[in-house]
């Protein structure tokens, strides 16, 4: 009689467990053992519990292959689904064998978990494992298919409605439960105070910093004093939502005809605009992409996008302040060139119309496209195109956790026709075909930081901590996956010959990139130094630099005077004619400033199931070796951590949102 000690652990998270019945069968090269009931004495699978069972066959089943799992329903109770998080198996030869499972599991469901060493496609030769193969990636391209609903715009997931999902990429119930607190939370505040669907325009600027009396941070504070500074205005640009937009300025434009007199006040005493930019202290922001984009009707009238330009000068105190600013991007008498010195409500006004834009091309592109809608793509192909034994499912997955879940949420609740973004300044229509232009223009290059800071000339920038946090973080990401694409992938002829692999990155070029060779994405691997700069990239687009673009916002945004994505009147075309009234005039009335208030609220807020980078909680891997990378991946965060925590002490203005402790494994909101 052989004996097989069998350890089963139920996830932790609200409503993990169950009262139903639970079978295993276990599958070796020698046979299978008998369908046996998992049952002790007392309440057997509750959230968080490892319970011990023990299976008898009459003789061993050889080298252990699979373990099948079964659920049928306990009396007359109705379905209560169970996460099971793995189960260890102890032979009779003394083989400890991890098979995991990380799902739900439904009545009449059953589940065949395969265990052991991660396994390429090619390296499998046991019948039975090839078959378990070959079906699991047929049901799973049966379940996660492609939809195409723009032919300019990265494809997506087929599901319409959250109720569509499969339970293994849902949220938790702990996390749907905060978030319908948060926004009743939210809206209760707003109704007391009348706030919800006011059309009334705000009295004082003074009066819009009481839209939350609970939701406040040091950030969000700072910026409702310190927003009309230059310098503060100029920080952002570097470390606030959207750092990906300026870069060094060798040469003006053409059509930015600054002339060395207007802007001398503002450079250091006795230099030009000419030797400042040929010493690198010269920078633009130029939002040539917004140029001619339809936009939105507000009170029967359309309402106006400038695709403006901003120059910047880095001063001898090391801050980057503005220094001339063009509304449009065809000079003329109607389109004057802002400064510094004209009236302060000038000015700020040239100033909020630039942030505009910004916050829309933010939104849009940066935030929802670039991390948002690739990381959907890199999502459904690696469901699609690896089982779960691959070792690059292994170690990928856990980075698209709730992905699939909040990117449908955000199709109807943020960027569908009654969205917060349908009720920007461009609105819909003129979003998505700014994401269509950008799109077309994305790069491989673009999206791998170390190239992106180089391209911009930013290398050598002061105070941009974005750059300094984010290379050590791509470094740091860098080393791992090598460390754990060349123990898998021990010469480039696996890589070639790995079919599943080929796949993946084939379905990503086509739905991601839609094809584009321009864009630099490969539509195939070659060697093994070309698939670490990928999965590098990938991972760490949808953790740091997703962190980067989402968890600031509630901070920069919740005080809309800073960046609205809405502004109801158009920009001045003269000098001399604008007031602090006409800044009321133009910021979005009562209702609205409370509505996109609410929105980055929900958006860059933390909840209890965040699973911080690197951490790697879900027990997938059964190798040591692996093990031992994640170890050293998790101890080069933690050091990174400290330091960033330890410089920001001696910041006025901190720079936390590329802490390791405070960025998500996932774009999971």
Not at 209 to 218: D, G, L, R
Not at 253 to 276: A, D, I, Q
Not at 353 to 368: E, P
């Amino acid at each position: 009689m052989a004996e097989y000690k069998l350890e089963v652990t139920t996830g932790n998270m609200t409503n993990a467990g169950t009262f139903d019945h639970v079978y295993a069968t276990l599958i070796g090269t020698g046979g299978k053992s008998e369908r046996t009931e998992l049952d002790n004495y007392g309440v057997d699978f509750k959230a968080g519990m490892t319970g011990t069972y023990t299976m008898k066959s009459s003789m061993s089943l050889g080298k252990l292959l699979l373990v099948n799992v079964e659920k049928d329903p306990f009396f007359y109770f109705s379905e209560d689904e169970w996460f099971c998080s793995k189960i260890v198996v102890t032979t009779p030869e003394g083989d400890v064998i991890l098979f995991p499972c990380h799902r739900w599991i439904s009545r009449g469901e059953r589940v065949e978990l395969r265990g052991g060493r991660a396994m390429k496609g090619f390296e499998d030769d046991h019948p039975l494992l090839i078959d378990n193969r070959k079906k699991e990636l047929i049901l799973k391209n049966n379940l996660y298919q492609w939809e195409i609903t723009d032919q300019k715009l990265p494809h997506r997931s087929h599901f319409k409605h959250i109720t569509e999902l499969p339970a293994e990429v849902c949220f938790s119930v702990s996390k749907i439960m905060e978030l319908i607190y948060n926004k009743k939370l939210s809206s209760a505040e707003l109704m007391f105070k009348g706030l919800v669907g006011s059309t009334e325009e705000w009295e004082s600027i003074e009066a819009i910093k009481n839209i939350f009396w609970f939701k406040k941070t040091t950030m969000s504070e700072y910026v409702s004093q310190h927003w009309k500074e230059d310098d503060f205005y100029g920080s952002q640009f570097l470390n606030g939502v959207n750092p990906n937009v300026i870069k060094r300025c060798s040469a003006l434009p053409p059509n930015f005809p600054v002339t060395e007199e207007m802007v001398k006040p503002f450079l250091e005493k006795g230099s030009s605009l000419r030797r400042e930019m040929e010493k690198g202290n010269i920078f633009l922001c130029d939002f040539k992409r917004m140029d001619g984009l339809p936009t939105n009707v507000h009170d029967g009238e359309p309402l106006h996008v400038t695709a403006g330009l901003c120059l910047f000068y880095m001063n001898p105190e090391k801050k980057l302040m503005p220094i001339a600013i063009q509304l449009n991007q065809q000079p003329s008498e109607q389109n004057p060139i802002y400064l510094p010195s004209d009236s302060e409500t000038d000015w700020l006004l040239a100033k909020m119309f630039i942030k505009n834009a910004d916050n829309m091309y933010h939104q849009s592109v940066a935030h929802l496209m670039n991390t948002h809608c690739l990381a959907e793509v890199f999502t459904v192909a690696t469901l699609r195109s690896f089982p779960v034994i691959h070792p690059l499912y292994k170690l990928l997955i856990s980075h698209f956790r709730d992905t699939l879940q909040i990117n449908t949420m955000s199709r109807i609740s943020i960027f569908g026709p009654g969205g917060m973004l349908s009720k920007s300044s461009l609105g819909l229509k003129g979003m998505t075909e700014l994401m269509r232009r950008a799109h077309i223009e994305t790069t491989y290059s673009s999206l791998c930081l170390p190239e992106n800071i180089t391209a911009r000339g930013l290398e050598s920038i002061p105070n941009f901590y974005y750059r300094d946090d984010g290379l050590k973080l791509w470094n740091i990401t860098n080393s791992f996956v090598k460390a754990v694409v060349e123990y898998y992938y021990p010469s480039d002829s696996e890589v070639r010959k790995d079919t599943e692999l080929q796949e993946w990155i084939s379905e990503i070029f086509t739905h991601g990139f839609l094809g584009n060779k321009a864009s630099g994405i490969p539509a195939g691997f070659h060697t093994v130094e070309e698939v670490i700069k990928f999965i590098t990239m990938v991972i760490f687009t949808v953790t740091a630099q997703h962190a980067a673009v989402n968890s600031g916002q509630f901070d920069y945004y919740s005080w809309v005077p800073n960046a609205s994505l809405l502004l109801r009147k158009p920009p001045p075309t003269t000098k001399g004619q604008s007031s602090m009234k006409t800044i009321l005039e133009t910021l979005p009335d009562v209702g609205e400033t409370a509505s996109f208030v609410t929105m980055v609220w929900i958006l860059s807020d933390n909840y209890t199931d965040q699973v911080p980078l690197g951490t790697y909680s879900e027990d997938r891997f059964d190798e040591p070796a692996t093990k031992q990378m994640i170890k050293e991946f998790q101890a080069q965060l933690s050091c990174l951590s400290e330091a960033i925590s330890t410089r920001n002490l001696q910041l006025e203005v901190p720079y936390t949102y590329l802490n390791p402790t405070e960025i998500e494994n996932s774009i999971a909101i």
